[in-house]
């Protein structure tokens, strides 16, 4: 059975930092791309960030950049979200998924292909 499981979410006040965790069960990690993702209420899901196989290649959304901070391990088949300087505008449910295929070419990597979906962590930004 494929799982993809999200944690380390939480209350936050503005500035400070948080760690997410995505760890996966019954596929073979090293082959998917990874990705973040988020959405807040009454929002379209947007992609955050997201990593290749090989954890080489890295794409963050200009909202996050300089902030966040993803990799992986493919040893323990998990993807993580280093979180700094959180703000009010990062409150939203964080979705990690496992990514068939990556698209070069300057925007989001993860437009096209199946992808594998965890439930989600929330993550609440106080101001």
């Known amino acids: 059975q494929v799982q993809v499981m999200e944690s380390g979410g939480g209350l936050v006040q503005a500035g400070g930092s948080l760690r997410l965790s995505c760890t996966t069960s019954?596929?073979?990690?090293?082959?998917?791309?990874m990705g973040w993702f988020r959405q807040a209420p009454g929002k379209e899901r947007e992609g955050v960030s997201c990593?290749?196989?090989?954890?080489?290649?890295?794409f963050y959304t200009d909202s996050v950049k300089g902030r966040f901070t993803i990799s992986r391990d493919n040893a323990k088949n998990t993807l993580y979200l280093q979180m700094n300087n959180l703000k009010p505008e990062d409150t939203a449910m964080y979705y990690c998924?496992?990514?068939?295929?990556?698209?070069?070419?300057?925007?989001?990597?993860?437009?096209?292909?199946?992808?594998?979906w965890g439930q989600g962590t929330q993550v609440t930004v106080s101001s």
């Open positions: 019954g596929l073979t990690f090293r082959n998917y791309a």
């Open positions: 998924a496992a990514a068939t295929t990556w698209v070069n070419g300057g925007g989001w990597p993860l437009t096209t292909g199946d992808k594998i």
């Open positions: 990593i290749k196989w090989n954890g080489v290649s890295t």
